[in-house]
């Protein structure tokens, strides 16, 4: 490492270079200021980060082993990380999965591997947005995770279950961080405006309460968007005759603006938010499916997406006990695909609310999935030969079609005793009408 200039690229050394991590300049952001050094100034994420938890008792022993920290932005993922840096006897080195890549990994490994040999000193490697790196990258850091040569801590904002390969993440701890709290969010909002080293004190800022209250809901449990809005609004606020920068809820939601809705077309939110919306429309909730419904628009969601989960809910969750749900659901479909947004809202919001309403059956769904366990049980039988054509005189004479009974010739145009399924499973029974709405009132009696 002597005599090197500068870090090769894609490799941030200074970030964690070193026996500290340094602090920010005074010229940075607030929020990369105010940063906390060590777990007395970490708020939140008490059920990973509290007195006596797993990872602090792993980090005050320094016993810790290959980690991923997984959570939204802004919940202190990369923080965590470099009080690790500052609590641990070991070296750290910093990668980001953006920008570096498999010759970035050797070399961080070499480097390991001699200080481990010279000087007995470890190291961890830290890894910002571990799920970036493509499986190849990942396969490469498996044996030098098992043989300990470095010690993994990645960070990521989606599931690990889905961005991480198994082998990995079998020889990790994962620590799942949530959004913070307002609660906590205002904490760290009132320490910042008295901290006059790194914060704001020197500022002379009279914050009112619900100006805090509102930067809290404004940042969405996101630290790092709470500290840029007060900075914000701090720098636009009124100086008042004493010097002092005055801070109403005004001052907030003009330097706050729009705020940007946590939602990721490719990522957990993507498939949270559209299941809490199914699991609203099956609840029979039209409230809360109309709310993750906004939610979805107004953050992007392909609305074709949308539409395609409102057909399969008519299908599997309304199904029999109101036919009429699946031909709304494909009308909205077509709507949707022929106005486009914004007006596609509007059969959205129609299909769903009438879906939400509708009485509830999945009973065709279920039939489907007994009749489909019996497929899978069975061996591929043969159909019986009166079900079968018999265009040909060959086929006639085997047996094709003989016994037939022709359902039309009959009494409410039901054969009397006909087999149609193979014998092995005649008699199953899969379909079971359920007890609401148009199914209902067509039950048969028993």
């Not at 392909?302 to 969750?317: G, H, Q, T, W, Y």
């Not at 065709?364 to 019996?374: C, G, H, I, W």
Request: proline share 7%; glycine share 8%.
């Amino acid at each position: 490492m002597a005599g090197r200039e500068g870090p090769p690229p894609g490799v941030q050394r200074d970030f964690f270079d070193g026996d500290r991590v340094p602090d920010a300049p005074v010229t940075a952001p607030l929020a990369a200021r105010m940063r906390p050094r060590d777990l007395d100034e970490y708020l939140g994420q008490e059920h990973i980060i509290g007195p006596g938890s797993a990872l602090r008792r792993m980090i005050d022993d320094d016993t810790l082993p290959s980690i991923i920290l997984w959570g939204p932005p802004g919940a202190g993922k990369t923080t965590l990380a470099s009080i690790i840096a500052r609590r641990t006897s070991r070296h750290f080195e910093v990668l980001s999965a953006v920008t570096s890549g498999v010759a970035d990994l050797r070399r961080v490994v070499a480097e390991a591997a001699a200080r481990l040999k010279v000087s007995g000193l470890r190291t961890v490697l830290f890894i910002d947005e571990l799920h970036r790196f493509n499986r190849a990258q990942q396969d490469a850091l498996l044996p030098h995770v098992e043989a300990g040569t470095i010690t993994l801590i990645g960070a990521t904002t989606e599931n690990p279950s889905f961005y991480v390969v198994a082998p990995l993440l079998s020889r990790s701890r994962v620590f799942k961080l949530e959004l913070l709290d307002p609660p906590v969010l205002i904490a760290i909002l009132r320490h910042t405006l008295a901290d006059e080293e790194r914060g704001l004190g020197r500022e002379h800022a009279q914050v009112d309460e619900d100006a805090l209250e509102t930067i809290a809901q404004a940042a969405g449990g996101d630290a790092r968007s709470a500290l840029n809005i007060l900075e914000a609004a701090v720098s636009v606020a009124t100086i008042e005759a004493d010097g002092t920068r005055h801070v109403t809820r005004e001052t907030v939601e003009q330097a706050a603006q729009h705020r940007t809705l946590l939602y990721d077309r490719e990522g957990d939110a993507h498939y949270d938010v559209i299941s809490a919306f199914i699991k609203s429309v099956r609840g029979s909730d039209p409230d809360a499916a109309l709310y993750w419904l906004a939610r979805m628009v107004e953050a992007g969601e392909d609305p074709m997406f949308i539409a395609r989960r409102i057909v399969i809910l008519a299908s599997e969750d309304i199904g029999l006990a109101d036919p009429f749900a699946l031909t709304l659901a494909v009308a909205c479909q077509q709507a949707v695909h022929f106005l486009g947004l914004p007006e596609g809202r509007l059969p959205l919001a129609e299909a769903t609310v009438y879906l939400a309403r509708a009485p509830k059956s999945n009973s065709a769904y279920a039939a489907y999935n007994r009749a489909l366990a019996d497929v899978e049980a069975t061996r591929n039988e043969p159909v019986p030969l009166h079900l079968r054509n018999a265009p040909t005189g060959l086929m006639r004479a085997l047996g094709y079609g003989q016994g037939y009974q022709y359902a039309h010739d009959y009494d409410g145009h039901v054969p009397p005793n006909e087999a149609h399924r193979p014998e092995s499973i005649e008699g199953h029974v899969y379909y079971v009408p359920g007890t609401l709405g148009h199914e209902g009132r067509r039950r048969p009696e028993a």
